[in-house]
């Protein structure tokens, strides 16, 4: 039986905690509605559940700060996907 809570070589020497999830391909991402700037944590706790918030930089548009707020009421963390745009995004959904 495999031990679940063991980590990859690869991700042991990854200081980052948080891990972006490969490119979906299944359907483009609709970019019209996606938030691309937040410029505090008070703005990231305000935004509805539902809203995307991304950009076409790993996420480095947002501070550690900003990051660690959308993170907390998201129920999956960052992803990527290719856009309408032909960018790929680096997105994550606010659910709660």
């Given at each position: ?21 490969p ?43 900003v ?30």
């Amino acid at each position: 039986m495999a031990d679940e809570n063991k980590v990859g070589k690869s991700e042991e020497a990854c200081p980052i905690t948080t891990r972006v999830r490969p490119v979906e391909s299944i359907a483009l991402l609709n970019t019209s509605n996606i938030i691309r700037s937040l410029s505090s944590v008070r703005e990231a706790r305000s935004l509805d559940v539902g809203s995307v918030v991304g950009d076409f930089q790993g996420g480095l548009s947002f501070t550690d700060a900003v990051a660690a707020a959308l993170e907390s009421r998201a129920a999956e963390g960052w992803r990527e996907k290719k856009g309408d745009d032909d960018m790929v995004w680096t997105y994550i959904v606010v659910t709660r």
